[in-house]
């Protein structure tokens, strides 16, 4: 293959920026920012001789699948070295590793210490004697994806839900024991749309409908999708007042927020690190896709995912790290639409590691071989805790990226973006590189000219 001008927790990831070789050592972060801001132009031809096994594994299977896109860099002091590619600058569908993207662009926004809070208000003037609120609650919603109640969230949100039962506790500490016009919900921080664009009808299942308010992730107690997120939340939360011994008469309707009106109960979620972490490891289409919102709501001043696509992409692109045919459709890669290259996601990779204030969450938010998404591959003594890597597959793509440090502590990035209905043949190769590289096979590996 054509080689390609050079463009530029615990385990792999804390390895990746660590001496571990008095050999090589770890880039020095100014020449991989350097790098990540340099140009690639690159075309498919043949991989690279017998001494760079990496490439011929790539190299075989381009050869009968050639829509692929991959990068595979060693990280020298120097500056990255291309030891594999085919065809990294064009873009591809990504699959879930569209996440990556989402990761970056909601860490870059928001920041990783970054919590959510859902706030109940009472109306103005409307609080009264012995706790009385004479009127509505309003529940503001604030694009939380974790927002849950107590067993929802040790079944499905590995216990990470922000409970629903302490902002009804917090409402009675602070004072509130009644509220006499019901709730009324306002999930107006996101726009109206409940699903992501050019989606297949189907994927109302793959991702329950999106709200600025979401309880229990839109899931209703049988599994199925609430038909009305709002009133969903409301409905929880009365449950958890009333539990809490704060009375509430009137019903629950969806409505906005009065200007003026004061706290009367708050809960924040955990940090946006955390929940990074857990949409990864578990590749959660409804947690990306809530966050692409919460990158227009916060980054932008609007919830739509049209506005958080796009933020992602300025945000690439103000890195020089955005492929002319990228484009950001969704936020969970579940669209067909998706473009993405692998000079993209490494490039967004080898960033992540020159701005570790950011960078160190993105990378040890993605499993390590044997856990979450990775539970069955990449599970070799030599390679399992030495990767960090983001899985994706939808009807005829198959995808990974992420970093690997090999076992003299040589550190890489890389991407395999596979459009290929041979998905079994297509992971066989990635997983089969990467541990090569994990192995040292590739580290004394020159160059691709």
Not at 309 to 337: I, K, M, P, W, Y
Request: charged share 20%; with cysteine.
């Amino acid at each position: 293959m054509t080689a390609p001008a050079s463009r530029a927790g615990a385990g792999a990831a804390a390895s990746l920026r660590v001496v571990v070789s008095a050999r090589r050592r770890r880039p020095p972060r100014a020449l991989i920012a350097l790098a990540a801001a340099g140009a690639l132009a690159v075309t498919a031809g043949t991989a690279a001789g017998q001494s760079n096994p990496v490439a011929t594994t790539v190299d075989a299977f381009a050869k009968k699948n050639p829509t692929i896109s991959v990068l595979v860099q060693r990280l020298d002091a120097s500056g990255p070295v291309t030891v594999a590619a085919w065809k990294p600058d064009t873009s591809l569908a990504p699959a879930s590793t569209m996440k990556i993207i989402t990761a970056a662009s909601t860490l870059l926004t928001v920041g990783p210490d970054f919590r959510f809070t859902t706030r109940l208000e009472a109306g103005p003037d409307s609080i009264g004697p012995g706790g009385t609120v004479s009127g509505p609650a309003y529940l503001i919603g604030a694009g939380d994806p974790m927002l849950a109640t107590r067993a929802y969230s040790r079944a499905n949100l590995d216990r990470l839900g922000t409970p629903l039962e302490d902002l009804a506790r917090d409402v009675r500490e602070q004072g509130t024991r009644r509220i006499t016009g019901g709730v009324v919900v306002d999930e107006t921080l996101f726009d109206r749309e409940r699903m992501g664009p050019m989606w297949k009808s189907s994927y109302r299942w793959e991702c329950p409908p999106l709200s600025g308010i979401a309880t229990n992730q839109n899931r209703a107690s049988n599994g199925s999708n609430v038909s009305s997120p709002a009133i969903a939340a409301g409905q929880r939360l009365v449950a958890a007042l009333r539990k809490a011994g704060v009375s509430v008469s009137g019903g629950v309707r969806a409505g906005r927020d009065v200007p003026g009106g004061e706290i009367i109960g708050q809960v924040r979620s955990e940090p946006v690190s955390r929940i990074v972490r857990f949409m990864n490891l578990h590749s959660d289409n409804f947690t990306a896709e809530v966050l692409t919102k919460d990158v227009g709501a916060y980054g932008a001043g609007t919830g739509a995912t049209r506005i958080g696509t796009a933020r992602a992409e300025n945000l690439l692109r103000e890195r020089g790290l955005l492929q002319a045919a990228d484009n950001f459709v969704d936020g969970s890669g579940l669209s067909h639409s998706n473009r993405v290259s692998a000079a993209t996601l490494v490039g967004v990779l080898r960033t992540a590691q020159a701005e570790p204030d950011w960078g160190d969450v993105l990378v040890e938010s993605m499993p390590q071989g044997g856990e979450g998404t990775l539970m069955r591959r990449l599970k070799g003594p030599q390679v399992r805790k030495r990767v960090h890597a983001k899985t994706g597959y939808i009807n005829g793509v198959a995808s990974l990226a992420g970093t690997v440090v090999s076992t003299s502590g040589t550190p890489y990035a890389f991407a395999f973006l596979m459009n290929t209905p041979d998905i079994g043949g297509a992971q066989k190769t990635m997983d089969k590189a990467v541990t090569l590289l994990a192995t040292g096979r590739a580290d004394d590996a020159p160059g691709l000219p």
